[in-house]
Each structure stands twice: as C-alpha cells, then as structure tokens.
C-alpha cells in the first residue's frame, strides 16, 4: 500500500512540491517562444531578431519567412527595384513553343 501512495503522490505532483492546480495555471501566448532545432534550446522571440534569427547558445541559424528577410537585408525596408520594364519587353519565348503545331 505504502507504493500506491508514493505513485499517487507523483501522480498529485506533492513529491516535487508543485502545488499549483491546473485551473491556476497560465497560458502563454503562441509565437514568443521558439525551441532550437539543435540545441533544444527555448528561445525568445525578441531575442531571436536580435540576434538575426541565429541561436546565441549554438550558432545555428534559423529558418525564417522572406518578411524577416528582406527586413534583415534593407535597412527600414528601403530600397529600389532595378530593371522593371525589361522582363516584360523581352518575353521567353522558347524553342518547343515556337515549333509545336497547333492541333
């Protein structure tokens, strides 16, 4: 009996003196906290832009959206884009296309 006692007592968390009920506990938002992919490390978001989305603990450098990268890349997100008009004035036309018949 004196066993049933000790595994209901982890099972009611009272070895480890955790006392706090379920209903008492608090949620944290999703996206704050992101776990390394090598170390397993937890990593805080804001400490991840700091860093340039590259864990401090391990070097590793994370995966991030194109949003986070152009952010990284121009400085307030300034820039100028180059050669807009020339794509559309010269279109690809490829060889297949041009002797394929039609039919």
Known sequence: MKE???DMA?????????ITTTEEKKET???IWNKCP???????YSEQVENQYVCHY???HLRIGSAEYFA??????????LLLTW??????????QKNTPKG
Not at 38 to 44: D, G, I, R, T, V
Not at 72 to 81: A, G, S, Y
Request: charged content about 25%.
């Open 4 to 6: 049933l006692d000790i």
């Open 10 to 18: 982890w099972f009611k968390r009272e070895l480890k003196g955790i």
């Open 29 to 31: 938002p999703d996206g």
């Open 38 to 44: 090598q170390c397993k490390k937890p990593l805080h």
């Open 58 to 60: 391990c070097g590793f």
């Open 72 to 81: 990284i890349l121009f400085d307030d997100n300034e820039f100028t884009e």
């Open 87 to 96: 794509y559309q004035a010269t279109p690809c036309i490829l060889p297949t």
